[in-house]
């Protein structure tokens, strides 16, 4: 029954926590939107099954509605689509802030700055947190496997590179699209090695830390992000402030994505020229 796969699929993404119970110990507290899209339920239910107390929705952009009225590009790559979750945020003094994608496979997040100012991590920044995140918990916990892996795609960020060999990760680069990750997770799979893939990610904010699916998945990866936030909390340090340690530790990484619009009677045959 659609119940019994959906309970399925959230054990399954609880069974991807680090560090369980570490959500209640920190008092995280997190602003959440799911951009009037599918992410509402499954990722509330994996957030407050896991212990979150303090979670905080974006009210009018709750309710999944299709003409998305408050967000006319409901991209969480767009800083305008995490506005209100930003408000929201400042509002309550929030930890954490992400907003996940109409179908709930992507996330943006943003991190609280020490001066109360908020951070909007991009796709590349959130994934090497992620990984070093991963690799180091797991190293800690003993439960690095064996030659671990991780993938990544050829657009995103050579930084993952640096955060991998650090912790003798081998990482895997392919081609862009999420179905590449997939592929190399099949092969993993069909080899009776899948305990070594670790995660896989796209600089267009796409993340996957466990085996259950072969695509980018923003319930997972909003329940590792509060995770790791909690983790900081604990610490006595912001999210920002781990980011910004990464960057002393490997070097500065920069990266700037331009979008171009093509409007008019042709724009088929104006960007096949620009191509061209």
Request: glycine share 8%.
């Amino acid at each position: 029954s659609p119940d019994q796969v959906r309970e399925d699929y959230l054990a399954e993404v609880l069974r991807l926590q680090l560090r369980p119970g570490i959500l209640a110990e920190s008092g995280l507290v997190v602003a959440y939107s799911p951009l009037n899209g599918a992410g509402h339920r499954p990722v509330i239910d994996a957030l407050t099954r896991a212990g979150l107390e303090e979670l905080y929705l974006v009210a009018d952009q709750s309710k999944p509605d299709g003409d998305f009225p408050t967000c006319p590009s409901p991209n969480p790559e767009n800083p305008e689509a995490m506005k209100m979750v930003l408000d929201l945020a400042r509002l309550i003094q929030a930890d954490l802030a992400f907003a996940t994608d109409p179908d709930s496979d992507r996330i943006g997040v943003a991190a609280r700055e020490e001066d109360g100012s908020y951070r909007l991590l991009s796709g590349n920044e959130f994934g090497v947190l992620l990984l070093d995140y991963i690799c180091r918990t797991r190293k800690a916990a003993g439960t690095l496997p064996e030659r671990p892996l991780a993938v990544t795609s050829i657009v995103s960020t050579p930084m993952a590179r640096q955060v991998a060999k650090k912790y003798g990760v081998e990482l895997v680069e392919v081609l862009t699209g999420f179905k590449y990750i997939g592929d190399e997770m099949n092969r993993l799979e069909a080899a009776g090695e899948g305990e070594r893939f670790l995660m896989g990610f796209e600089e267009s904010c796409g993340y996957l830390t466990g085996m259950h699916v072969r695509d980018k998945d923003a319930v997972n990866a909003a329940l590792l992000a509060a995770e790791m936030a909690a983790a900081c909390k604990l610490e006595g340090r912001t999210l920002c402030q781990a980011l910004d340690g990464l960057y002393a530790e490997h070097g500065t990484w920069f990266t700037k994505a331009d979008s171009f619009a093509f409007t008019g009677p042709a724009p088929m045959e104006a960007m096949a020229a620009v191509m061209e």
